[in-house]
């Protein structure tokens, strides 16, 4: 049984929950739906609920026809079916666009990819200048809290303002990538969502807003135990099994903590999965209904109608204005959306504005023509070089093109998407940091940050005539993501034999030898990706890298240098010329060159780490342990802060202090080498025993860096000598 909530009076103005439900509102509803079902069952109106709580999950990748509510006969989805048969499903819904980021920008705002500006993972951010539905209901007094389960939705691409707690820890042990941590399971995100769900219990008096988002179903499908062996040969269908039964773990903490009963629930997903239609395996590329078409259920018995079904198409930017007005919170600027209460109640709320969706990818990776489609309730408009227009209602798989049959019908539609499309094209773009271009490289999107090709004489390429040329790329890349890189070389060369300007290829060419370990390879790769994107600082930086795995600095700091003239904000090239700098012996000017880019990145722990290790080294130990202990309020738990804070302690003869460090850094990731190494030194400067086998466990650990093991080693043949 669930406890009812305590509610706070609202501010003057604004309805008091109980009230409004134990008092006169609550009869005249009743009263108003007995009057109502005797006349016609249908509609019935809603009345906002101030103050009630809110879910959203996100259910990444996750096509609307794969689950058994939309009529999927293999599906084990009984909890998602569970809600949908309690509360209203939505039977066709449409992304704004088959990728991640921008998808979820737009729920989350209610604006179209053209008017928020996030047109594209890696390198598009949210404006601050935008309203969010956290930023609205944080106004409104709500707790906010986010947890999310790829990089993809890091902090850093904005969609963390109006959040109390904005959780995007990608934990290294439960992670498909364990390497690069861009991705988390997503039971374990889950568990972190508990944990704060505790948290409100003890809170009641202020309503909640959480958003769950959930990973799993992307690509590569690994469903865990038990669904893998029971979806072997669906596994893609296994990850939404699995999602399923999270989505019930988190609806039972609900329970258990009180809340259900006070709570909607909302459900859908950013976009879908072409899983081979149109020659696409994943999304992206394209905008058929596979990549774009998602779930949307509501779910709060009590106010959202049971069992309705709703079948006027209906976008994904229409989620955010839905969920404010069912609780009776103001209206987000979002000219193109629509709150979708109206068809919650049963009410026609007119004639349903046509779905426009994008991809911008295929121009931003291969310098093809980006594809619009726009689409009422019958007809779908794609907007390529050879345009294509489908009758959905008679061709749902839209195998046949009709654009050339029902030239009005498309000029039509043409002219609203011109219109629509005419109101905004915002761009948000940043540069990526070496951290983010790897993490978002783990998860498949290496070159996420390519730039465009600039002008190009003639019309672009139609994707749909090279998906297959895309395909082996991504097969190549995935490839590259899971260090399988003698595999992905071959399928880059020959894709390269076939479309010779391919940046993209190029690009990934480059990684390919550079993870391998042959800088000599890589090299003319990204000269020859230089060629075709000159702006490209990044080029530019993989160059610097490779030439100092070869030795060749001053080369190398030449590179550094061309970066930063490129772009004078890439922390990364200026650490890569300190670090340059540093090993001539130069470390004053290291310093100097460190402290810049501290100052461009203050928040950056990295760099502080960095220009502490030279200031140590240089001798400035105050000043080095300064910056330890910033990263460290940064950090709490940075396992090399601790470790060369542990090594500036024992410098200075704080050999309990030093300890101390260590072990807490130890007891944070007991696998790290190198603090092990330094509690073996502070131990043995102790003449503590206990040294001998803290040696002894550097040196038998297969994962230690060669010249730390042989350095214990060394300690311990020192130890035995008489
Ligand atoms: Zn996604």
Redesign the pocket.
Known sequence: MSRPRKRKAPPPGRESTSRFWAGAGLVAIALAGATLLVLRPRPTPLAPRHGLDVLLVTL??TRADHLGCYGYAAARTRHLDGLAAEGTRFETVIAPAP??LP??SSILTGLYPFEHGVRNNGNFYLAPRIETLATRLKARGYRTGAFVS?F?LDRRYGLDRGFDAYDDRMEGEYTQVVTLQAERRGDRTALALDRWIDERAKEPDAPFFAWLHL?DP?EPYRPPHPFRDLFAKDPYDGEIAFVDAIVASVLDRLRGAGLLDRTLVVLTG??GESLGEHGETT?SMFVYEGAIRVPLVFWRPGLVPAGRVVRDPVRLVDVAPTILDLVGAPALAAPQARSLVPLLEGRSAGPSPPAYSETLLPKFYMNWAPLRSFRDSRYKLIDAPRPELYDLANDPGETTNLYAERRSTAEALREGLVRLAASGNAMSVQTLDREAMEKLAALGYIGAGAELREGGSGSLADPKDFIALFDRLRQANSAVRDRRFDEAIPILKAVLADDPKNAFATLILGSAYMGKGSSREAIPQFRRYLELVPTSSYAHQWIAICLVRLGEREAALREAEAALALDPRFTDARVLKAGVLATRGEDEAAIRVLQEAVATDPAKPMVRLDLAKVLAEAGHREEARAEYETVLRLEPDSVPALTGLGALLAGQDDLAAAETALRRALGLDPTAAQARFNLARVLERARRPEAVAEYRRVAEDEKAPPDLRAAARSHLADGRRP
């Open positions: 990444d990748t990728i991640t998808s979820h790829s993809i990973y992307h950013d976009h999304h």
